[in-house]
Nanobody, 115 residues
Framework: QVQLEESGGGLVQPGGSLRLSCAASGIYLSVHNTSWYRQVPGQQRELVANIIPTRRTTYAESVKGRFTISRDNAKNTVYLQMNSLKPEDTAVYYC?????????WGQGTQVTVFA
């Protein structure tokens, strides 16, 4: 059974940092395209960052220079380091892993940035 477990969300002030983790079981993230998405109530889920097996990364324009996605193959975990957080980064963050017809989601972790 495939599971993606996110952790690391929480409350932080503007300008602060958080690191989200996505730990996988049942699949190897090293051979999946792994992404972080976020969603605000009433809005569509948006792609934040992506890392592919070759470790090439892509980012949404709104987070470039502030967020960094990375992968630790030994721990089968993908991270999202979020720096210089802004109130508009507040959302539920979801991990997604995709390969072929396999498409897996975690349960989400809340990130709240408030003054």
């Amino acid at each position: 059974q495939v599971q993606l477990e996110e952790s690391g969300g929480g409350l932080v002030q503007p300008g602060g940092s958080l690191r989200l983790s996505c730990a996988a079981s049942g699949i190897y993230l090293s051979v999946h395209n792994t992404s972080w998405y976020r969603q605000v109530p009433g809005q569509q889920r948006e792609l934040v960052a992506n890392i592919i097996p070759t470790r090439r990364t892509t980012y949404a324009e709104s987070v470039k220079g502030r967020f960094t996605i990375s992968r630790d193959n030994a721990k089968n975990t993908v991270y999202l380091q979020m720096n210089s957080l802004k109130p508009e980064d507040t959302a539920v963050y979801y991990c997604n892993a995709q390969r072929g017809r396999g498409n897996y989601w975690g349960q989400g972790t809340q990130v709240t940035v408030f003054a």
